[in-house]
């Protein structure tokens, strides 16, 4: 059985070394020093450095996807609520990475590429792993009649870019009273497309608490 503690151990060593260096220019041998374990005891956890990246990709979301998936089985609680509940502990999340960022010391030449890099990598994953989650909510919604549209997925993604891009605020920078106007016109979108009344969601601007 794989040593949970020594799995992190490598985690922990590559974004050490990612605090100085890109991932290009890491390799399987110097996470291993880094790590003070034997470079074949990485390819037990791991096939490859790219999979180890990965795993500290989604380490990094795990508490809010686990939030995402116990709220998608509370069909008592309203899926815009839960949708909000959601967001905002992705917020949560996002807010801890960048003050983590903002606190290393990169080099000149790698800290935008590589900031732009793991940027892209984590919010892949992010969307990626909560797009059947938001799915199924707003399919419960719509069982319930809570909820009027047709294509459950494609809403779920919608949301999920526009929100996880603009509230990263990373991808493309944008002043507070931008983003609070993207917001602003999304719940109005969301209100039109599934029969909700004007303004009966506008509780989902909580999201730009920490703008």
């Known amino acids: 059985m794989p040593n949970q503690s020594k799995y992190n151990l490598?985690?922990?060593s590559l974004q050490k070394l990612l605090e100085n260096r890109t991932i290009q220019t890491i390799s399987v041998s110097e996470i291993a020093a880094t790590a003070g374990i034997g470079k074949g005891s990485i390819y037990?956890?791991?096939?490859?450095?790219?999979?180890?990246?990965?795993a500290l990709v989604k380490r990094r979301y795990e508490k809010p996807?686990?939030?995402?998936?116990?709220?998608?089985?509370?069909?008592?609680?309203s899926p815009f609520t839960r949708m909000a509940m959601i967001f905002q502990a992705c917020r949560s999340s996002s807010s801890e990475f960048l003050r983590q960022e903002t606190n290393e010391h990169l080099s000149?030449?790698?800290n935008a590429q590589e900031k732009s890099f793991l940027h892209q990598k984590y919010l892949n994953h992010l969307i990626t792993e909560?797009?059947?989650?938001?799915?199924?909510?707003?399919?419960?919604?719509?069982?319930?009649?809570q909820i009027h549209f047709s294509y459950p997925s494609a809403l779920a993604e919608i949301v999920l870019i526009v929100l996880?891009?603009?509230?990263?605020?990373?991808?493309?920078?944008s002043a507070p009273e931008e983003i609070e106007e993207t917001i602003v016109?999304?719940?109005?979108?969301?209100?039109k497309g599934t029969g909700n009344p004007a303004g009966s969601l506008n509780f989902l601007m909580s999201f730009d608490d920490t703008m």
């Open 130 to 145: 909560l797009k059947p989650i938001l799915s199924d909510i707003i399919s419960q919604g719509i069982t319930n009649g």
């Open 65 to 77: 996807l686990e939030t995402a998936k116990t709220l998608a089985k509370q069909t008592d609680i």
């Open 185 to 191: 016109g999304l719940i109005s979108l969301l209100e």
């Open 44 to 54: 037990y956890y791991f096939p490859s450095k790219d999979a180890i990246l990965e």
């Open 108 to 110: 000149a030449n790698s």
């Open 10 to 12: 490598i985690l922990d």
């Open 164 to 173: 996880t891009v603009k509230l990263d605020n990373t991808l493309i920078p």
